[in-house]
């Protein structure tokens, strides 16, 4: 068992008992000495005569009371040390989970990034070799520019995520029409391949005040995560319209879910849900990170919440433009 213990932790639990091993010894020692004192003084006490009658009961009382000095102090000590081996343990922990997040980040990263370059370097290796007719060359062509789309959509991840951490990244709010960019919505922008296009329901001219980059990264990430999670070819729907004052804008899918336990912590940074269907999927846990920052960022919120019959959806809350409320 404690061969699985980490080292660090190990050491730290056994710096723990020897203080509370020493602290006992300390206590067991001063009540010891109180006692002897006390015994002192009552053995004084009979050998002299003129002692006061109540000068037994007083040492009494003043032993009781260093007793319960003693008690209280390290009743306070031993509980400061339980609150500090508490969050000790739970930072140690913490940080070993980010360490362990980190780790499968980068894993996921160079798998992410080798795939895409070693197929687009396939594609053009097989269009230099062999002749091809038109619309086979279109075909490839187009796959290569779809691999593309999606080492750029992930080192443009990657550098958003950079930016959000050194607190150096500002939105440039103006009044666009959030209808026409969804509307306009590419699919072929996530960089997955034969992803069904998704089922628009778009109520037409809603305006709101964002950053138009942010919110093509927000729709780019939220499709790319619901494609990802869909079994074959498993239709995606995308939905804006106004609710009660409010911009809503919905993506749904019908994949896997996101057990109860797990939808409060997928926008923490490098998380991703823990079940096999998803431990297979290829993804480095940034892209509901971004999301959730970007929406903060335009004063908005965003929930997620099971699809009817299967499936998640993320329904985000933004305010329209002052003069399109």
């Given at each position: 068992?404690?061969?699985?213990?980490?080292?660090?932790?190990?050491?730290?639990?056994?710096?723990?008992?020897?203080?509370?091993?020493?602290?006992?010894?300390?206590?067991?020692?001063?009540?010891?000495?109180?006692?002897?004192?006390?015994?002192?003084?009552l053995?004084?006490?009979?050998?002299?005569?003129?002692?006061?009658?109540?000068?037994?009961?007083?040492?009494?009382?003043?032993?009781?009371?260093?007793?319960?000095?003693?008690?209280?102090?390290?009743?306070?000590?031993?509980?400061?040390?339980?609150?500090?081996?508490?969050?000790?343990?739970?930072?140690?922990?913490?940080?070993?989970?980010?360490?362990?997040?980190?780790?499968?980040?980068?894993?996921?990263?160079?798998?992410?990034?080798?795939?895409?370059?070693a197929?687009?370097k396939?594609?053009?290796?097989?269009?230099?070799?062999?002749?091809?007719?038109?619309?086979?060359?279109?075909?490839?062509?187009?796959?290569?520019i779809?691999?593309?789309?999606?080492?750029?959509?992930?080192?443009?991840?990657?550098?958003?995520?950079?930016?959000?951490?050194?607190?150096?990244?500002?939105?440039?709010?103006?009044?666009?029409?959030?209808?026409?960019?969804?509307?306009?919505?590419n699919?072929?922008?996530?960089?997955?391949?034969?992803?069904?296009?998704?089922?628009?329901?778009?109520?037409?001219?809603?305006?709101?005040?964002?950053?138009?980059?942010?919110?093509?990264?927000?729709?780019?990430n939220?499709?790319?995560?619901?494609?990802k999670?869909?079994?074959?070819?498993?239709?995606?729907?995308?939905?804006?319209?106004?609710?009660?004052?409010?911009v809503?804008?919905?993506?749904?899918?019908?994949?896997?879910?996101?057990?109860?336990?797990?939808?409060?912590?997928?926008?923490?940074?490098?998380y991703?849900?823990?079940?096999?269907?998803?431990?297979?999927?290829?993804?480095?846990?940034?892209?509901l990170?971004?999301?959730?920052?970007?929406v903060?960022?335009?004063?908005?919120?965003?929930?997620?919440?099971?699809?009817?019959?299967?499936?998640s959806?993320?329904?985000?809350?933004?305010?329209?433009?002052?003069?399109?409320?």
């Amino acid at each position: 068992m404690l061969r699985n213990i980490p080292r660090p932790l190990l050491i730290f639990y056994i710096l723990v008992i020897y203080v509370l091993l020493q602290f006992a010894w300390w206590s067991w020692m001063l009540f010891d000495l109180n006692g002897q004192i006390y015994q002192l003084r009552l053995d004084l006490l009979e050998v002299n005569p003129r002692a006061e009658s109540g000068a037994a009961v007083e040492l009494e009382n003043i032993l009781r009371q260093k007793r319960t000095m003693i008690w209280g102090e390290g009743l306070v000590f031993l509980l400061f040390l339980a609150l500090g081996m508490i969050q000790t343990r739970k930072s140690y922990k913490r940080e070993n989970r980010v360490i362990h997040q980190q780790k499968n980040f980068l894993l996921s990263v160079t798998h992410e990034l080798k795939s895409p370059v070693a197929a687009v370097k396939l594609y053009l290796q097989t269009l230099a070799k062999r002749d091809f007719e038109k619309k086979q060359q279109q075909e490839l062509i187009g796959r290569a520019i779809q691999e593309n789309e999606r080492l750029d959509q992930l080192v443009e991840n990657i550098l958003l995520a950079t930016r959000i951490d050194n607190h150096v990244f500002l939105i440039q709010p103006e009044r666009i029409n959030l209808s026409k960019q969804v509307r306009r919505f590419n699919i072929d922008s996530v960089g997955i391949a034969n992803s069904p296009v998704p089922t628009l329901t778009v109520q037409p001219d809603i305006y709101v005040v964002a950053d138009f980059q942010a919110i093509d990264s927000i729709l780019k990430n939220l499709v790319e995560n619901a494609v990802k999670y869909s079994p074959g070819s498993a239709q995606v729907a995308l939905s804006l319209y106004k609710d009660d004052g409010s911009v809503i804008l919905e993506v749904s899918d019908q994949g896997v879910g996101i057990p109860d336990e797990e939808k409060k912590r997928i926008f923490s940074k490098f998380y991703r849900s823990g079940n096999e269907e998803t431990r297979r999927t290829k993804g480095t846990g940034l892209g509901l990170y971004i999301v959730d920052y970007l929406v903060r960022q335009h004063h908005g919120t965003i929930e997620i919440s099971d699809n009817i019959p299967k499936g998640s959806t993320f329904t985000i809350r933004l305010k329209p433009a002052p003069d399109d409320e």
